[in-house]
C-alpha cells in the first residue's frame, strides 16, 4: 500500500489498463478508450479539485464530483453513448482499484448509466453485397484483389467482425468446415466456413507473395506486414460511389447482412447469436427489428393502403 501510494493517478490508470489488455477482458480498441476516458477524468478532477487527485481523494469523491465530469463532457459535445462508455471505464478504473486494496468509491456504482438510442444495423441487400464482392477484385495488384475478396467474402460468409478476421493466422487454410475465432473477452466460438469462403481464403493463398508463417497473420498488406482494417475500409470507401452505395456501407456492414439475411432465410435468433459471438440475446434481436422495418416498408407499398 505504500508503494502504491507514492504512485499517481495515472500510473495506477496505466497499470489497470496494463492488467485488461493482459487479461485478454478487453480489445485493444476499448483499452485506448478506457485510457482516454479515464485521462479525461483525471485531467477534469485535478482542475475540479485545485491538485492532482491523490488516492485519498478519489475514495471521497461524492456522485455529485462523477456527474460535474460527466456535464462537462456531454457540454463539450460527447453522445450519449461516449458518456455511457466514459462512465463504464471509470466503474471499470475504480473496481480494480477497490480489487487491488488501493481505494473504494461507493459514489460511482450510485450513478445512472446515461440512456443510448439503440441504432438498428445497416446491413446491405443482398444483391449490393454480391455486387461489392465481384466488383472488389479489381485491384492494380492481382493478389491484393484475391485478398480484399477473401476477406470481405469472410467477414459476409461468417459475420466476423473485421478484427476477428485479421487476426486469424493460415491454420485457417487447413480447418476444412469450421473454424475457432477467439472474440470479445477472450470467448471462443465455433464459425463455419461455407464452401464459398474456403474458395476465396485459397485463391488469395496462392496468390500472395509472401510465405504464411505459421504464427503469423493470414491477411497481409502491400509490404508483407500485418493488414490494417482501414485498409480495408478505404478499399469499400473507394467502391461505393460506382456502386451507389452509401456511406454506411462499411467492413462491418457486412457483419450486419450476414446476420440480417441469415435471419430472412430463416435462421432462429439463438444460431445467429452463436456465431455473432453476441453475449446477450437482446443484441441479436436488433435485427429482428430490421426485418420487422423491411415488413412495414413492403405493406406501404400496397396499393389499397
Known sequence: MAKASRQTAHDLCARWLADLAAGGRAAPRTCESYGRDVAAFLSFLTAHLGETPSLTALSVLTAADFRAFLAQRQREGLSAASLARALAALRGFFGWLQDENLCRSDAIQSLQ????????????????????????????????????????????????????????????????????????????????????????????????????????PLFRGARGGPLSPRIAQLRMAELRPALGLPETATPHALRHSF???????????????????????????RYTAIDLAALRATVQKHPRR
Not at 491484393?144 to 470481405?152: K, N, P, Q
Not at 472474440?183 to 474458395?199: A, F, S
Not at 446476420?259 to 434481436?285: C, K, N
Request: avoid cysteine; glycine fraction near 10%.
Open 259 to 285: 446476420a440480417s439475411h441469415l435471419l430472412a432465410e430463416g435462421a432462429d435468433l439463438r444460431t445467429i447469436q452463436e456465431l455473432l459471438g453476441h453475449a446477450s440475446l437482446s443484441t441479436t434481436q
Open 113 to 216: 448509466t446515461p440512456k443510448v438510442p439503440k441504432a438498428l444495423p445497416r446491413p446491405l441487400p443482398v444483391e449490393a453485397a454480391t455486387d461489392l464482392l465481384g466488383a472488389v477484385d479489381d485491384a492494380d495488384e492481382p493478389w491484393i484483389g484475391a485478398r480484399d475478396v477473401a476477406l470481405l467474402t469472410l467477414i459476409y460468409g461468417t459475420g466476423l467482425r473485421i478484427g476477428e478476421a485479421l487476426a486469424l493466422t493460415p491454420a485457417v487454410l487447413k480447418a476444412g468446415s469450421a473454424i475457432i475465432v477467439k472474440g470479445k473477452g477472450g470467448k471462443e466460438r465455433l464459425v463455419p466456413l461455407i464452401p464459398i469462403v474456403r474458395e476465396a481464403l485459397a485463391v488469395y493463398a496462392g496468390a500472395v507473395p509472401f510465405a504464411l508463417e505459421a504464427d503469423e
